[in-house]
């Protein structure tokens, strides 16, 4: 009865802080932060796209933010914003996963502990810059990837990755044809907001998509040619898709989906996100 007690009173000072108005808006704050960094990436891609350089990559857009006046600040900004969305979705972990049953609460889990995942990885990213630190992910990517196939079957365990980003970037772009990213918003008014969701949405789920095939599948073909560097991140991945015909117009496309999903991060589910 004691640590029935004792649970029912952590639970409820769980649900109070997830309630909590101050707490929901910073962590809105993550959506931001993501959104920043995935339009910065966009306008990097775009950059190359037009005959310009650069590394279209967290590292590239993080270094380009980092180097603006006020980008120290940006930069801490976003990284308190991703750890407070982070500890958000662990909450959820916990409560959403209560006040579900069976198979309905491993799936609902499963959703907000990836989401806690994802936006703690990008708060480091921001924290590293914001340190002064941070990684060519290009190089990191290639490195990871040589110490899995030193493993004892590195090469399939590295395949399966390559094959899951595969799977993974597919969904982005079914989520982005079929509009299921609107399940996760509240209910927008129809008018401009409505439109703009629906715009920004669909090309930005599905930009995103397209990059990750793409990143996935080279990571399939280091793991095939036992090449690690040819696992050479998002950056690798829309330079390759420059080199192919017609693939300045094509990482264009993709640039500019890439700034849809920033926006639409950014500013939209920010704002109309189920919390």
């Not at 597919?170 to 996760?184: D, L, S």
Request: with cysteine.
């Amino acid at each position: 009865m004691v640590q029935a007690g004792h649970g029912d009173r952590l639970t409820s000072a769980a649900e109070k802080a997830a309630d909590s108005k101050g707490f929901e808006r910073a962590a809105r704050l993550g959506y931001v932060a993501s959104g920043l960094l995935h339009l910065l990436i966009g306008v990097i891609a775009l950059r190359i796209a037009t005959g310009g350089s650069g590394d279209a990559d967290s590292s590239g857009a993080l270094a380009a933010l980092a180097g603006q006046p006020g980008g120290l600040v940006l930069l801490w900004i976003c990284f308190l914003g991703c750890l407070t969305l982070a500890l958000f979705q662990l909450s959820r972990v916990w409560l959403d996963g209560r006040a579900s049953e069976g198979r309905e609460a491993w799936k609902v889990r499963a959703s907000a502990a990836g989401q806690a995942v994802t936006y703690a990885a990008i708060g480091v990213s921001f924290g590293t810059f914001a340190m002064g630190g941070g990684k060519d992910s290009g190089q990191s990517s290639a490195g990871w990837s040589a110490r899995l196939m030193e493993q004892p079957a590195g090469a399939v365990l590295l395949g399966l990755v390559g094959l899951g980003i595969v799977v993974v970037g597919g969904y982005f772009v079914y989520n982005g044809a079929t509009q299921g990213f609107r399940k996760k918003l509240k209910a927008v008014r129809a008018g401009t907001w409505a439109r703009a969701v629906t715009v920004t949405g669909t090309l930005g789920y599905v930009a995103k998509g397209i990059s990750l095939v793409i990143l996935g599948i080279l990571v399939t073909v280091a793991a095939f040619t036992s090449d690690p560097g040819k696992s050479t991140g998002l950056d690798g991945a829309l330079h390759a898709l420059r080199g192919q015909p017609f693939g300045g117009l094509a990482l264009g496309a993709v640039g500019v989906g890439l700034m849809c999903y920033g926006l639409y991060t950014g500013i939209l589910r920010a704002r109309f996100a189920k919390l």
